[in-house]
């Protein structure tokens, strides 16, 4: 651990002086994470570590900084509070840990789960430092098959696809309006409100819309509703309704249910409706672009349901390029068709890519096992 960040840990950490022996333990508890584990446990019937410095406990923390494990200060403390807790089960949906898998090694008799959390990049997987001479869990419940094929040859696990945790917890609703949403990736660090590619999708189908008199309504991911707006204001895009979702949990879900056409780049959110059953397209514009011209225009976007390699460039409900016209046609197809026809045509592709199960129960027999 860097002397500046553990400095900051030890100034800026709410510092715990008691803990619980508990069967089951939540690795991570950034944002929603506790709250997702309670949909299938008792918040009574697991403690929490955190991994980023929210919460320490004085007395582990003290046993890490004098215990003999040969590793730096922060691995230390995740192992000493493993050991004092005395978990017999852990869960983490932080996936990209890569500590988290090197744990069952020194707990053999500890079972391990890792929950995917959301879309992986390619990057997002090269940058997995794991290996299989030590990288080993009980359990890895992941987003599709082509995601458990790619782990594999990283991390020794039992790989069961669900889809979507959090989408597996929500109701399939029917109901919608005849309104058309785009979900947004915008990150915080970006230097323009809008990124190049996002604008460009937006420009295309609003100026569209406007003619239909239909308003683009956008979701945001973060808080920067009055500098997106002013943004496109600014560039004559004036048919935009656009939306945050707060922080409230599960909230964006919710929100998407209620339209009839959802469109997005690569969002995990989009994954998620198709498997709600709402019909979503995606335009992956800048998926077949070099690392230049994303150094540029915007965040990287990964071609449609990557890392899957059988997928062309251009399907009935996506396309990873901007052609302007392909881009209409496939969005006048998809809207206009009925919702339960447009299911059953791509009920093999989305299956394939996000399988769904209700309520979560194979990941719940799992871990109550």
């Not at 840990?9 to 584990?37: A, I, N, Q, T």
């Not at 707006?229 to 409230?248: M, Q």
């Not at 206009?336 to 309520?359: A, F, V």
Request: aromatic share 16%; net charge positive; charged share 25%.
């Amino acid at each position: 651990m860097k002397l500046n960040k553990a400095i900051n840990f030890l100034l800026f950490s709410k510092w715990k002086f008691l803990y619980k022996e508990k069967y089951f333990l939540l690795f991570d508890g950034f944002r929603d994470s506790k709250r997702k584990l309670s949909n299938i446990l008792s918040n009574q019937n697991f403690s929490v570590l955190y991994t980023r410095g929210e919460e320490i406990n004085f007395s582990i923390f003290l046993s890490a900084l004098f215990s003999y494990w040969p590793k730096k200060l922060s691995t230390r403390y995740l192992i000493e509070y493993i050991r004092k807790t005395n978990a017999k089960v852990i869960v983490t949906f932080f996936d990209t840990h890569h500590g988290f898998f090197e744990l069952k090694k020194i707990f053999p008799n500890k079972k391990f789960i890792a929950i995917q959390a959301g879309i992986k990049s390619k990057q997002g997987l090269k940058k997995l430092k794991c290996n299989l001479r030590s990288s080993e869990i009980d359990h890895y419940f992941t987003i599709n098959e082509y995601y458990s094929k790619q782990l594999k040859k990283k991390i020794k696990a039992n790989y069961t696809s669900i889809g979507s945790f959090n989408a597996n917890q929500i109701k399939i609703n029917k109901y919608s309006t005849n309104e058309i949403i785009f979900i947004s990736k915008q990150t915080l660090d970006y230097d323009k409100p809008v990124p190049h590619h996002e604008f460009k999708i937006i420009a295309l189908i609003s100026k569209y819309l406007e003619k239909k008199k239909i308003k683009l309504h956008i979701l945001l991911k973060h808080d920067i509703k009055n500098d997106y707006l002013k943004y496109l204001l600014d560039r004559n895009l004036n048919n935009i309704k656009v939306i945050y979702a707060r922080k409230k949990y599960l909230l964006s879900y919710k929100i998407c249910q209620k339209y009839k056409l959802i469109i997005n780049t690569d969002s995990t959110l989009g994954y998620e409706m198709l498997s709600l059953k709402k019909k979503v397209i995606f335009i992956n514009y800048g998926s077949r672009e070099n690392d230049k011209w994303i150094k540029k225009n915007g965040y990287p976007v990964t071609p449609f349901g990557y890392p899957a390699s059988g997928f062309k460039d251009n399907g009935f409900f996506w396309t990873n390029l901007f052609d302007k016209k392909r881009i209409i046609n496939m969005f006048e197809k998809n809207y206009s068709m009925d919702i339960k026809k447009w299911h059953n045509k791509n009920l093999k592709t989305i299956s394939s890519i996000i399988p769904r199960d209700g309520n979560n129960k194979i990941v719940c027999n799992c871990i109550k096992k």
